[in-house]
T-cell receptor
Framework: NAGVTQTPKFQVLKTGQSMTLQCAQD?????MSWYRQDPGMGLRLIHY???????DQGEVPNGYNVSRSTTEDFPLRLLSAAPSQTSVYFC?????????????FGPGTRLTVT | GDSVTQMEGPVTLSEEAFLTINCTYT??????LFWYVQYPGEGLQLLLK?????DKGSNKGFEATYRKETTSFHLEKGSVQVSDSAVYFC???????????FGAGTRLFVKA
């Protein structure tokens, strides 16, 4: 049971480039989400999904796209990278069983945009 | 809207000192409350949780009590170790909702 996996671990992009951050979970969780973590700002929700084919925006969705074609995978796409997107990105998943259930986090992707 | 407020860090303690990290929340209804811990270079992992008023969550010597009357969920440990150095996040989630709301995190340094 690998839990939540993310690739790559580190990435450097030039302004204007696009890329996809990969996230996969093997726990059959319905809920998946993407957060960014910036110093002093905690975790901010980018996009989330409550099941395959269903996605919605979080607090800071601009500049990012997501899709959820399977229960396992939830990729995050940066359309045209900007220096403001330099951050650490975490994917998380959770069962839909109720609010008392914890989120499981991946190890993160550290992205630098120059 | 719903929110979580944590004491600002960093908190620096000597080994074996007593730890308190304050957390208060604003939410309607009866949220579930969590403490997550993030060790250097890793993702967050659940440390403990409480799902109703007066519940006490505990794990690895840490504990926190869900206080509805003061809307608080303070994290405590009687004797910290160098290995407890990490960032600690207080969080809440609500029945019927998907989102988890996180505090800003409190960084703890423990000196030998």
């Amino acid at each position: 049971n690998a839990g939540v996996t993310q690739t790559p671990k580190f990435q450097v992009l030039k302004t204007g480039q696009s890329m996809t951050l990969q996230c996969a979970q093997d726990m059959n969780h319905e809920y998946m989400s993407w957060y960014r973590q910036d110093p002093g700002m905690g975790l901010r929700l980018i996009h989330y999904s409550v099941g395959a084919g269903i996605t919605d925006q979080g607090e800071v969705p601009n500049g990012y796209n997501v899709s959820r074609s399977t229960t396992e995978d939830f990729p995050l796409r940066l359309l045209s990278a900007a220096p403001s997107q330099t951050s650490v990105y975490f994917c998380a998943s959770r069962t839909s069983g109720g609010a008392s259930y914890e989120q499981y986090f991946g190890p993160g992707t550290r992205l630098t945009v120059t | 809207g719903d929110s979580v407020t944590q004491m600002e860090g960093p908190v620096t303690l000597s080994e074996e000192a007593f730890l308190t990290i304050n957390c208060t929340y604003t939410a309607t209804g009866y949220p579930s409350l969590f403490w997550y811990v993030q060790y250097p270079g890793e993702g967050l992992q659940l440390l403990l949780k409480a799902t109703k008023a007066d519940d006490k969550g505990s794990n690895k010597g840490f504990e926190a009590t869900y206080r509805k009357e003061t809307t608080s969920f303070h994290l405590e440990k009687g004797s910290v170790q160098v290995s407890d150095s990490a960032v600690y996040f207080c969080a809440l989630s609500k029945t019927g909702g998907f989102k988890t709301i996180f505090g800003a995190g409190t960084r703890l340094f423990v000196k030998a």
